[in-house]
């Protein structure tokens, strides 16, 4: 079956750095990725879509410079966060999907705390 | 915007209950919902989702039906299991399978034995 994972499951940044994860599709070929973001007393927030071939769309709110996102493969996805500070923190959720027609695939997330 | 709004924080039952957990929406667009199910230190996964106007959809026991005219899609089942306990994410995406989907605040549903 088609399956995300996503890691590490859990980090802890100091205030001021920058923290990779990273989303493996498995059982399936990702040609489009969305990054959401859950804080704490929210619900899930998109981040951003990458699509294979295409530019990756950011949500407002949102930025490049801030959330850099590569998706080289069908397979794999990964998102940084730069300059991490206390708003920052929270479950970070990847889903995958084989294309327009099919649903999305979510991994476990990676919950990122900053100290 | 699009909007998803989940009515309740927490839901706590006891075993063999029915259960209706609410879920309303805003779009302009042909709307596409969904119902998530996430258990402790798991990934969300699709529970059910429609968007044909009032027709009941389900899945595993659970059951919801889009009705356009109320823009609401609530999640119910009959009888619920010790099983059951977890977060239920509503959501919705725009037009048929639209990339973005917009997720409510998410139901706990606790069931006691």
């Known amino acids: 079956g088609a399956l995300v994972y996503q890691y590490p499951r859990r980090t802890i940044c100091k205030s001021g750095t920058s923290m990779r994860m990273e989303c493996q599709a498995v059982?399936?070929?990702?040609?489009?990725v969305a990054w959401y973001r859950q804080s704490p007393q929210k619900t899930f927030e998109l981040i951003a879509l990458?699509?294979?071939?295409?530019?990756?769309?950011?949500e407002q709110n949102f930025t490049q410079e801030k959330f850099p996102i590569s998706h080289p493969n069908l397979s794999f996805s990964s998102m940084t966060v730069l300059n991490a500070y206390l708003e920052d923190r929270g479950l970070y959720l990847c889903g995958a999907r084989r294309g327009a027609n099919s649903d999305y695939t979510f991994g476990s997330g990676t919950r990122l705390l900053v100290i | 915007g699009d909007s998803v709004t989940q009515t309740e924080g927490l839901v706590t039952l006891t075993k063999g209950l029915p259960v209706m957990l609410n879920c309303t929406y805003q779009?302009?667009?042909?709307?596409?919902l969904f119902w998530y199910v996430q258990h402790l230190n798991e990934a969300p996964k699709l529970l059910l989702k429609?968007?044909?106007?009032?027709k009941r959809t389900e899945h595993q026991g659970f059951y919801a039906t889009l009705h356009k005219s109320s823009s609401s899609f609530h999640l119910q089942k009959s009888s619920v299991q010790l099983s059951d306990s977890a977060l239920y994410f509503c959501?919705?995406?725009?037009?048929?399978?639209?990339?973005?989907?917009?997720f409510g605040t998410g139901t706990s549903l606790l069931v006691d034995p």
């Open positions: 059982g399936f070929q990702a040609t489009s």
């Open positions: 429609s968007s044909t106007d009032n």
């Open positions: 990458s699509t294979v071939n295409s530019a990756i769309k950011y």
């Open positions: 959501a919705l995406s725009e037009g048929n399978m639209g990339y973005k989907l917009t």
């Open positions: 779009t302009t667009y042909s709307p596409f």
